[in-house]
């Protein structure tokens, strides 16, 4: 009997080291990535929509000040054009982020005149929708036009915001900690001609 125990007890000590390993390789990989993410350039496709100049689909890359790791909502999601209703499928800025931005990278310079934003309110509570961020176009690191937005209650906003060769659009969210704004849920970024 005491030799079954023993067995019992080294499977028990040898299954605690496997998942302490898992969970020690599980926070390297978060602690190690990137401080901004961004989404993997795919090769722009033929036949992508000629109104939406943020798909990924033309080899447009989102770069985020960070992103709801373990929730799984990646930026890549904000430029995939489905306008899903799926909960799952939209960029959520980091709960530790107090200044969060998403900024996407065109492969080559584009001509745009407003930006549509579908924010969490079109799919869940209205009290998800982002009130007050700012819409940047630019070249390289230089800003070229900026339009600040307040109080907005629209849950798919469309704003004008004139940018000529440009090769990134920048939208920084201003959360409001204690509401339902405390981080960002954007569900589509669409850039119109």
């Avoid at 080899?59 to 899903?84: K, L």
């Avoid at 080559?108 to 982002?130: C, I, K, N, W």
């Avoid at 959360?175 to 704004?181: W, Y």
Wanted: neutral net charge; hydrophobic residues 40%.
């Amino acid at each position: 009997m005491r030799r079954l125990e023993t067995g019992a007890g080294r499977l028990a000590k040898l299954a605690l080291a496997a998942y302490a390993t898992v969970l020690a390789a599980a926070v390297a990989v978060v602690l190690l990535r990137s401080p901004h993410p961004i989404t993997p350039a795919y090769e722009a496709t033929a036949g992508c929509s000629p109104r939406d100049l943020a798909h990924y689909c033309r080899g447009v890359r989102a770069r985020v000040s960070s992103y709801h790791v373990f929730a799984n909502h990646q930026p890549i999601y904000a430029i995939d054009g489905r306008g899903s209703r799926d909960l799952l499928e939209k960029w959520v800025s980091g709960p530790q982020d107090r200044a969060p931005w998403i900024e996407l990278l065109f492969p080559e310079p584009v001509d745009f005149s407003s930006v549509r934003l579908t924010h969490a309110g079109q799919v869940e509570r209205a009290e998800y929708t982002m009130r007050s961020y700012r819409l940047s176009c630019g070249d390289g690191d230089e800003l070229r036009a900026t339009s600040r937005v307040e109080g907005n209650e629209a849950s798919r906003a469309e704003h004008a915001l004139s940018c000529l060769q440009v090769d990134r659009l920048r939208i920084e969210l201003d959360i409001e900690p204690g509401t339902g704004r405390d981080v960002v849920r954007l569900y589509e970024i669409e850039v119109v001609p």
